[in-house]
Protein backbone atom coordinates (compact mmCIF):
# COMPACT_ATOMS: atom_id res chain seq x y z
CA UNK A 1 0.00 0.00 0.00
CA UNK A 2 3.01 2.19 0.61
CA UNK A 3 4.10 2.16 -3.00
CA UNK A 4 0.62 3.09 -4.25
CA UNK A 5 0.82 6.02 -1.90
CA UNK A 6 4.13 6.82 -3.51
CA UNK A 7 3.09 6.81 -6.66
CA UNK A 8 0.04 8.45 -6.15
CA UNK A 9 2.30 11.84 -5.05
CA UNK A 10 4.94 11.63 -8.07
CA UNK A 11 1.92 11.56 -9.68
CA UNK A 12 0.52 14.34 -8.52
CA UNK A 13 3.88 15.96 -8.61
CA UNK A 14 4.27 15.47 -12.34
CA UNK A 15 0.89 17.42 -13.43
CA UNK A 16 1.43 20.24 -10.78
CA UNK A 17 2.72 22.73 -13.14
CA UNK A 18 0.13 22.05 -15.65
CA UNK A 19 -2.35 24.82 -13.65
CA UNK A 20 0.98 27.37 -13.48
CA UNK A 21 0.35 27.81 -17.33
CA UNK A 22 -3.33 28.04 -17.16
CA UNK A 23 -3.10 32.00 -16.39
CA UNK A 24 -4.34 33.77 -19.64
CA UNK A 25 -5.53 30.28 -21.21
CA UNK A 26 -9.03 29.65 -22.23
CA UNK A 27 -11.59 28.45 -19.94
CA UNK A 28 -11.56 25.07 -21.69
CA UNK A 29 -7.87 24.63 -20.80
CA UNK A 30 -8.44 25.82 -17.39
CA UNK A 31 -11.20 23.03 -16.88
CA UNK A 32 -8.82 20.81 -18.32
CA UNK A 33 -5.53 21.69 -15.81
CA UNK A 34 -8.10 21.19 -12.96
CA UNK A 35 -9.32 17.80 -14.00
CA UNK A 36 -6.06 16.70 -14.46
CA UNK A 37 -4.70 17.58 -11.33
CA UNK A 38 -7.96 16.52 -9.26
CA UNK A 39 -7.08 12.50 -10.53
CA UNK A 40 -4.03 11.34 -9.15
CA UNK A 41 -5.10 14.22 -5.93
CA UNK A 42 -8.69 11.81 -5.66
CA UNK A 43 -6.69 8.68 -6.29
CA UNK A 44 -4.53 9.77 -3.28
CA UNK A 45 -7.70 10.45 -1.17
CA UNK A 46 -9.05 7.08 -2.11
CA UNK A 47 -5.46 4.88 -1.51
CA UNK A 48 -5.16 7.10 1.89
CA UNK A 49 -8.97 6.51 2.88
CA UNK A 50 -8.41 2.50 1.96
CA UNK A 51 -5.32 2.30 4.11
CA UNK A 52 -7.22 4.50 7.36
CA UNK A 53 -9.71 1.63 7.45
CA UNK A 54 -7.07 -1.15 6.90
CA UNK A 55 -5.26 0.35 10.28
CA UNK A 56 -8.19 0.10 11.74
CA UNK A 57 -9.31 -3.06 11.65
CA UNK A 58 -7.79 -5.45 13.96
CA UNK A 59 -5.39 -7.72 13.79
CA UNK A 60 -6.40 -11.02 13.00
CA UNK A 61 -8.62 -9.60 10.39
CA UNK A 62 -5.88 -7.57 8.57
CA UNK A 63 -5.27 -8.93 5.25
CA UNK A 64 -2.28 -9.55 4.05
CA UNK A 65 -0.54 -7.22 1.50
CA UNK A 66 1.77 -9.75 -0.16
CA UNK A 67 5.81 -9.91 -0.74
CA UNK A 68 7.50 -6.94 -0.09
CA UNK A 69 8.15 -5.12 -3.41
CA UNK A 70 11.82 -5.83 -2.37
CA UNK A 71 11.52 -9.02 -3.00
CA UNK A 72 9.73 -8.56 -6.57
CA UNK A 73 12.62 -6.15 -7.72
CA UNK A 74 15.89 -7.37 -6.07
CA UNK A 75 17.19 -8.51 -9.47
CA UNK A 76 16.56 -5.35 -11.16
CA UNK A 77 19.70 -3.24 -12.47
CA UNK A 78 21.20 -0.31 -10.11
CA UNK A 79 18.33 -1.62 -7.46
CA UNK A 80 20.45 -0.77 -4.60
CA UNK A 81 20.14 3.26 -5.29
CA UNK A 82 16.40 3.38 -5.23
CA UNK A 83 15.68 0.30 -3.55
CA UNK A 84 14.53 3.17 -0.25
CA UNK A 85 11.36 4.11 -2.67
CA UNK A 86 9.79 0.53 -2.65
CA UNK A 87 11.68 -0.63 1.18
CA UNK A 88 8.95 -2.45 3.47
CA UNK A 89 8.04 -5.62 5.13
CA UNK A 90 4.41 -6.17 3.22
CA UNK A 91 2.11 -5.42 6.47
CA UNK A 92 -0.31 -3.11 5.89
CA UNK A 93 -1.97 -2.73 9.06
CA UNK A 94 0.93 -1.13 10.65
CA UNK A 95 1.06 2.27 11.65
CA UNK A 96 3.55 5.13 11.63
CA UNK A 97 3.00 8.07 12.76
CA UNK A 98 4.49 11.49 11.90
CA UNK A 99 4.37 14.59 14.78
CA UNK A 100 1.48 12.18 16.45
CA UNK A 101 -0.89 11.93 13.09
CA UNK A 102 -0.69 8.50 11.06
CA UNK A 103 0.76 9.13 8.15
CA UNK A 104 -2.68 8.16 5.72
CA UNK A 105 -4.32 10.84 7.58
CA UNK A 106 -1.28 13.20 6.38
CA UNK A 107 -1.86 12.28 2.95
CA UNK A 108 -5.72 12.43 3.29
CA UNK A 109 -5.40 16.22 4.38
CA UNK A 110 -2.62 16.86 1.91
CA UNK A 111 -4.70 15.47 -1.39
CA UNK A 112 -7.78 17.16 0.45
CA UNK A 113 -6.34 20.55 0.12
CA UNK A 114 -5.27 20.10 -3.17
CA UNK A 115 -8.60 19.63 -4.31
CA UNK A 116 -9.94 22.56 -2.08
CA UNK A 117 -7.30 24.73 -3.87
CA UNK A 118 -7.18 23.83 -7.32
CA UNK A 119 -11.32 23.71 -7.73
CA UNK A 120 -11.20 26.85 -5.61
CA UNK A 121 -9.36 28.54 -7.63
CA UNK A 122 -10.98 27.48 -10.78
CA UNK A 123 -14.29 29.14 -9.61
CA UNK A 124 -12.21 32.32 -8.43
CA UNK A 125 -10.62 32.50 -11.96
CA UNK A 126 -14.47 31.77 -13.25
CA UNK A 127 -15.94 34.41 -11.98
CA UNK A 128 -13.80 37.21 -13.78
Not at 36 to 54: D, E, F, H, K
Not at 77 to 88: H, S, T
Amino acid sequence: MYFAARGRHVGDAGVRPVPAAAHGQTRRYCIFATLLVSLPALWGLYTASYQIWLQSLPAGEQPSCGAPWTFRLKDWPLFDWWRFVVDGFGNCGVREYVMGVPLPVWSLMFFGSVLLIVWGMLFKLRRR
